[in-house]
């Protein structure tokens, strides 16, 4: 802070959330990254683990760090502040959309008709 404004004076309930944050977001990425290293039956944690776990959940990269190895037949995905991670799991199914799936339109039609032979069996129920 002292390069930006060397008169700013940092709140200390500031400065102890902000250090709250830091440990958190610091507990967060090494217990992934202690999961992912247990996955691939290690009993240490590389750095290859904690880059896997930024670069995935948080788009961030390790400066002067090996590139992470990908297996062949795969490409390689590049982020950075001009090409951002998706916002979404490419990999997660997306529901069907109203317009371009026949299902939603075949439950309207049967739950139209159930209703109108509903209707047509109350109807005569009562007209007798």
Same mark, same amino acid.
């Given at each position: 802070m002292n390069s930006i404004d060397p008169s700013f004076k940092l709140d200390t309930a500031a400065e102890e959330q902000i250090l709250?944050?830091?440990s958190d977001f610091v507990e967060r990425v090494t217990k992934s990254a202690c999961r992912l290293a247990k996955h691939r039956n290690s009993t240490r944690l590389d750095v290859k683990d904690v880059q896997l776990i930024l670069l995935k959940h948080y788009g961030m990269t390790i400066p002067n760090a090996p590139p992470l190895a990908t297996p062949p037949g795969r490409v390689a995905a590049t982020f950075s502040s001009t090409n951002p991670p998706p916002a979404t799991n490419p990999l997660k199914r997306q529901a069907p959309s109203d317009e371009t799936s026949e299902e939603?339109?075949?439950?309207k039609q049967a739950i139209e008709e159930s209703n109108n032979k509903? +209707? !047509?069996?109350?109807? +005569? !129920?009562i007209s007798i």
């Open positions: 709250l944050m830091a939603p339109q075949l439950k509903v +209707s !047509a069996s109350a109807a +005569s !129920a």
